[in-house]
């Protein structure tokens, strides 16, 4: 059978990462969260105090790049690939609001941003692969057969954050989840290197108003389509 690559993109918690996994699920290929691995290294800065709320050392950010092992390993009880980080599960970690506040900062690095898509066209080298990010279609994978790009209200999105968050135990307020969402959008579209937009042959999904069921049925239609 045919198997194609299929490159998702959207604003922050538009529930990218859901639905690829669902793709990956049933046409059995491989999923790369690449927002993981922006996370990772942006653990790997915090850990070395290269980045924090109000400052950011680049240059030594990125003399220690070559420091930075990335990979990811599938777990069978969870259906899913973790992140680890030199040989480190960093899964729970990555997930944090205080990763979030600071990964757009460090993902405006052209050298941070080079490293990890270098490694993530290697990755999707043999089709059959479903990766979601920020410049997946425009720049990872200029060629993929199916681009998608999502979007919802920022309410919605920040909504859906918070209950992540507030499930797996974590004390945080909707305000700064609202906020970072915003926030994080803002700083991806408009860094220099490559931001956050809709590849011209993209398809946008809304679903603001949409549930995990019916969005999957019509990406499921698109990808058919193209087998
Ligand atoms: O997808 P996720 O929300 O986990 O991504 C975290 C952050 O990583 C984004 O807000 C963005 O700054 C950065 N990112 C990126 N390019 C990608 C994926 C993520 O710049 N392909």
Redo the contacts with the bound molecule.
Sequence with gaps: IKKITIAI?GF??TG??TIAKLIAKKYNYIYV???????AV?LFAKQNNFVGKDFLEKDKLISKLKNVSLSFKFNEELGFAEMFLNDKNIERE??SLEV?QL??????ISEV?KK??AE?QNMGENSGIV??????GT??FPNAELKLFMTASADKRATRRYKELIDRGDNVSFKDILFNVEE??R??ST?KD?P?LKAEDAIEIDNSDMGIKEQFERICTLIDRKL
Excluded: E, F, P
Aim: hydrophobic share 35%; proline share 0%.
């Design positions: 993109d922050s918690s990218k990462s969260d690449t927002g993981a691995m922006y996370r942006t990555i997930r979030s990964v757009s900062k460090v993902a405006t941003r990890l898509v993530q990766m979601d990010g920020r410049d997946i720049v990872v994080r959008d700083i991806d860094r490559s956050l």
